[in-house]
Every structure is written in C-alpha cells, then in structure tokens.
Antibody, heavy 112, light 107 residues
Framework: EVQLVESGGGLVQPGGSRRLSCVVSGFTFSNYWMSWVRQAPGGGLEWVANINPDGSEKHYVDSAKGRFTISRDNAKRSVYLQMNSLRAEDTAVYYC?????WGQGTVVTISS | DVQLTQSPSSLSASVGDRVTITCRASQDVTNNLAWLQQRPGKPPKSLIYTASNLQRGVPSRFSGSGSGTDFTLTITSLQPEDSATYYCHQYNAYPITFGQGTRLEIK
C-alpha cells in the first residue's frame, strides 16, 4: 500500500519558519520526482515546488522562490519543504505528491 | 504561465448520467495533462495522467481525451461517490498549473 505522510504543520507567526516533512512508503521513492502542492482555505490547488529523483533539480512557483527550499533524503524516503519568511497568504493545507499519489496534507497557519 | 480554464465551473447530474468536463490550456501542453478528483475534506486523488491514461484502481467509467490545448474528462454512469471537485493540471511547463476546478453535484 502506498502511503505519503506529511508532518510539520502548525501555527506560525508572520516572518517565521517551518519545515514540512513527508515520508513515503509503497513505491520506489528514489525513482520519482516529488512535489509539494498547497490549498488555501476554500481555494484551489497551487503547485509550490518539485524535486527530481536525485535532488539535483528543483523548481519553484514564483511566490516561493527565495523563501522555500525543497529537499529530499532518499535513504529516509523523505521529502522536505523548508519555509522561511512566512506570510499570511502561505496559510494552506500542504500536500506531498509523487507519481500520482498524494498525502493527507498538513495544515500551516500563518497568524500573529 | 500556462492558464487552464475548466468548464463548467459547476454542474449537477443524476446517478447514471454521463458528464463531460473540459479543460482548455492557454498554450500547447502536448499530452502532459492530468485530472484529479477531490472529495470534500479529502486530499486530491489522481484519476488520469498523460491526458488519457487511467491511474491504477480508478474505475473505467472515468476517461480522458485530448491533446495540445483542449482536453476532456468524461464520467459515464455517474455514481453517488463521484460527487467531488475535479481539477485538471498541466506539467508540460513550469510553473505547473491547475485549473480552477469543476464542482460536480450528484442530485
């Protein structure tokens, strides 16, 4: 059974930082691109970032460039999203996704 | 950025009906387009990849077609559990983008 389990969400003050994690099981993690996608309350889906299988290639949505960093550890079957300089508009459910599978999401709320 | 426009934004249909949702891209995405289903309060679920390929485990009443800029998701023989929001998304060019979603209500 494929599982993607995100963690790390919570309440963060504006300007703060948070690191999200996603642990994967059930497919050969090291073979696939992995993505983070977010969904603001009541809103649609927004791709945030992705990373290639060996971690050498990364892409970001413009609003995340310079603030967010995606990384992965294939030995731990994990992908991460380091988020800095957080803003109210970063409030969302953050999903980890790869090769057609999605996690349950972790909620990040930016508020003072 | 590639803009994806879905139509309709919402629709209502009955059990057993056939529905079609369209997704139009602002530029050619070849066949690098996928469809997702999101039930209320749940994460997205992948239905279709590369425009017409069914994800494993997805019922055959779902089908996708199209290439270039015009794509469709068709659901035949609607079931109550098909009540959800459906999204298209393209991965042909960065940034990866999503359509605004189509909300399907089952009467």
């Amino acid at each position: 059974e494929v599982q993607l389990v995100e963690s790390g969400g919570g309440l963060v003050q504006p300007g703060g930082s948070r690191r999200l994690s996603c642990v994967v099981s059930g497919f050969t993690f090291s073979n696939y691109w992995m993505s983070w996608v977010r969904q603001a309350p009541g809103g649609g889906l927004e791709w945030v970032a992705n990373i290639n299988p060996d971690g050498s290639e990364k892409h970001y949505v413009d609003s995340a460039k310079g603030r967010f960093t995606i990384s992965r550890d294939n030995a731990k079957r994990s992908v991460y999203l380091q988020m800095n300089s957080l803003r109210a508009e970063d409030t969302a459910v953050y999903y980890c996704a790869g090769t057609g599978f999605w996690g349950q999401g972790t909620v990040v709320t930016i508020s003072s | 950025d590639v803009q994806l426009t879905q139509s309709p934004s919402s629709l209502s249909a009955s059990v057993g009906d056939r529905v079609t949702i369209t997704c139009r891209a602002s530029q050619d995405v070849t066949n690098n387009l996928a469809w997702l289903q999101q039930r209320p309060g749940k994460p997205p679920k992948s239905l279709i990849y590369t425009a017409s390929n069914l994800q494993r485990g997805v019922p055959s009443r779902f089908s996708g077609s199209g290439s270039g800029t015009d794509f469709t998701l068709t659901i035949t023989s609607l079931q109550p559990e098909d009540s959800a929001t459906y999204y298209c998304h393209q991965y042909n060019a960065y940034p990866i983008t999503f359509g605004q979603g189509t909300r399907l209500e089952i009467k």
